[in-house]
């Protein structure tokens, strides 16, 4: 093995070794989500908008409307569905 050579190995093994201690997980650093400080990337208006959807997803609804004797006595309309004609030619690229 020449100078080179050798200079390469050492320096491809320091930077897997870099790229390993900086993405590895280590336990010891970890922190619960709820103790990291939220940075917010979004504009007002995309914040306004999340603190709508979070007050969306808390929403429940009361079913018991659908036991109350007045909408259970309510009908549906029924329409009558649209005459079946024909609507064209069978081929409507044949001459006439």
């Known amino acids: 093995m020449n100078r080179r050579t050798k200079i390469l190995i050492i320096t491809a093994g320091v930077m897997a070794l870099l790229v390993a201690y ?3 997980p280590s336990s010891s650093t970890e922190t619960a989500p709820e103790d990291e400080p939220e940075f917010s990337v979004l504009t007002p208006e995309e914040q306004s908008m999340l603190e709508e959807v979070r007050k969306i997803k808390n929403l429940s609804f009361d079913i018991g409307l659908f036991e109350d004797p007045i909408f259970k006595s309510l009908q549906d309309i029924e329409l009558p569905s ?3 004609e ?5 081929n409507p690229f044949l001459p006439y």
């Open 22 to 24: 900086l993405y590895w």
């Open 86 to 90: 024909p609507t064209g030619r069978p």
């Open 82 to 84: 649209a005459p079946t």
